[in-house]
């Protein structure tokens, strides 16, 4: 029952280095979604991919690029890793857009320094 | 543009006491409403959803739910706290332009024994 798997789980950047956050899901979902979560301000939406081969922006995409490589998987990349980017960012899949159900992975946890 | 606002950022209950987690939304279409809950140092684990229907939402670990359309609430209750209810819990809304979900910025939940 691996459902949503991320790696890594912790990572420690320097100021400008680059990183990609990898995630999977096994359960033949369509839809997957990356979030940031900071302290008092819930979960923020970084981009989604509502299916296999779109993509399209969230609330916070400012810095970050993604690729929807299959219908598993889904990426996130730093390009150039700054200090507002310290955050846990959380991976999650549902079976269509907009049903909300939203299965989670367990969190990445980014500092940068 | 949808917005979920919780009061409380911090809700203290004795072991068998009601819990209250107050959630407010604001949506320009008809909400799908959810809570979902989150343990230290885990992912995000949907706990009820309110789509259409019986306004009264039943969920896991003996949480409920009632959506007011008059006063756009979806206040989470739980007759008796047990301390394994101790967690961070998140209200959030879908349905509007690209039926994102949209998450409140999260009420922490302390059991005191």
């Known amino acids: 029952n691996a459902g949503v798997t991320q790696t890594p789980k912790f990572q420690v950047l320097k100021t400008g280095q680059s990183m990609t956050l990898q995630c999977a899901q096994d359960m033949n979902h369509n839809s997957m979604y990356w979030y940031r979560q900071d302290p008092g301000m819930g979960l923020r939406l970084i981009y989604y991919s509502a299916s296999e081969g779109t993509t399209d922006k969230g609330e916070v995409p400012n810095g970050y690029n993604v690729s929807r490589l299959n219908k598993r998987e889904f990426s996130l990349r730093l390009e150039s890793a700054a200090p507002s980017q310290t955050s846990v960012y959380f991976c999650?899949?549902?079976?269509?857009?907009?049903?909300?159900?939203?299965?989670f992975g367990e969190g990445s946890r980014l500092t940068v320094l | 543009a949808q917005s979920v606002t919780q009061l409380g950022s911090h809700v203290s209950v004795s072991e068998g006491a009601l819990v209250l987690l107050r959630c407010n939304y604001s949506?320009?279409?008809?909400?799908?409403l959810f809570w979902y809950v989150q343990y230290p140092n885990q992912g995000l684990q949907l706990l009820l959803k309110y789509t259409t229907g019986a306004t009264l939402v039943k969920g896991i670990n003996g949480f409920e739910a009632e959506f007011k359309k008059s006063e756009t609430s979806f206040h989470l209750t739980k007759p008796s706290a047990h301390m394994s209810d101790a967690a961070e819990y998140f209200c959030?809304?879908?349905?509007?332009?690209?039926?994102?979900?949209?998450f409140g910025a999260g009420t922490i939940l302390r059991v005191k024994s």
């Open positions: 959030a809304v879908s349905g509007g332009e690209g039926n994102k979900l949209v």
């Open positions: 999650a899949s549902s079976a269509y857009p907009g049903t909300g159900e939203l299965f």
């Open positions: 949506s320009s279409v008809p909400p799908y």
